[in-house]
């Protein structure tokens, strides 16, 4: 009898045991002020590449909202409250416990859990850093002494990160800060970080993060240098190659783009209004679509009537693979200007950057090119 009954609590203790290893999942607990009230508001869950995995939705009432679901730490996910194109967003990991957040028209705080915690911690030094630093920039006659004080809180703030990354580098956290701080991040900030990350390095999301790097830095150095010569295919199937366009005109704008990039989408427009700002001053453009099928880019170009300069594509992996690493970008869109003796004036452009750098150089007293 003894036998059984210890036999039975045993059965009861492995069983409750796994259930609670298995039983895992967070619960999100919102809370707004009055502003919010009614508001639709969405939890994306997102995996390491950054696609969204799945999408759960509530309203705001009385001034709260919940979610619950299974734990899931492939990504940061982010909460989105729909308040003029769902501008409040917040980060977090929905790991296993409470997460509570509360939200104001200017900011949230979120606490509960292990990362999200950690989460909170990096945002409040990020601002305080930020804060410190940037008071100095309003300082009418700023001193050595001041300047001095600036630079070690520019040293401490890039310390802070690394070591952030480096302690949660096993977790969503240090990927989530490490791709926001792959460009900006000092090289011996950086070097210890991959440094300590080991063979972690070869985590397909932080590959993808050192590539984005090395492309940052590799693009830096095409300014000043001559463009990279490709051929492609225009809209009629006819074969174009970029050197036949280059010193035709003063400026050539490289508009990198696809009908399935919201954001080059959106673009448009304005860069219609450049071209014909900057068309009679010398300005020429070249759109080169990342599409893989022809009618989709060919419907964009018609829809959006974007039919003022040469359209061309080469509708294969290849032929894109072969154009990223020519010009050291990852994402679209992405801009180049050449001028008309070949020369890479400026990278990672878009159409805001490039008014004003046309504006520069052709309202400048020389009319040269003055160090963009």
Partial sequence: ???????????????????????????????????????????????????????????????????????????????????????????????????????????????????????????????AYYDDYFKYDRIPQKSSIDSLIQLNNYISYNSFIGNMIIDNIDNPLGEYILSGHATSCPDSIFEKIITNIGDRKTNKSITKIIKTRENYKSRELLVGTQ?????????????????????????LYLDFWASWCGPCIDDIPVLNKIYDKYKTKGLEIIGISLDKEKKNWINAIKKHQINNWLHCAGLDDAWISEIRNKYKFDGIPYGILIDKHGVILSVNIDSEDLDELLDKIINSSNGKYLGY
């Fill in 1 to 127: 009898m003894i036998k059984r009954f210890f036999h039975f609590l045993f059965s009861i203790l492995i069983s409750t045991s796994l259930f609670s290893q298995t039983n895992r999942s967070f619960h999100v607990k919102g809370f707004t002020n009055p502003y919010y009230e009614g508001k639709m508001v969405v939890l994306s869950l997102y995996n390491e590449k950054n696609n969204v995995v799945s999408e759960d939705s509530t309203r705001i009432a009385n001034g709260k909202f919940s979610f619950e679901g299974k734990e899931y730490k492939n990504g940061v996910s982010y909460i989105g409250i729909a308040d003029h194109y769902y501008n409040k967003v917040i980060a977090l990991i929905p790991e296993t416990g409470i997460i509570e957040i509360d939200v104001d028209s200017v900011d949230h705080h979120l606490e509960g859990t292990p990362i999200n915690n950690k989460l909170q911690m990096y945002r409040d030094s990020t601002h």
């Fill in 227 to 251: 463009y990279k010569d490709f051929s492609a295919f225009d809209t009629n199937g006819i074969p174009v190659t970029l050197g036949d366009f280059v010193g035709r005109s003063d400026f």
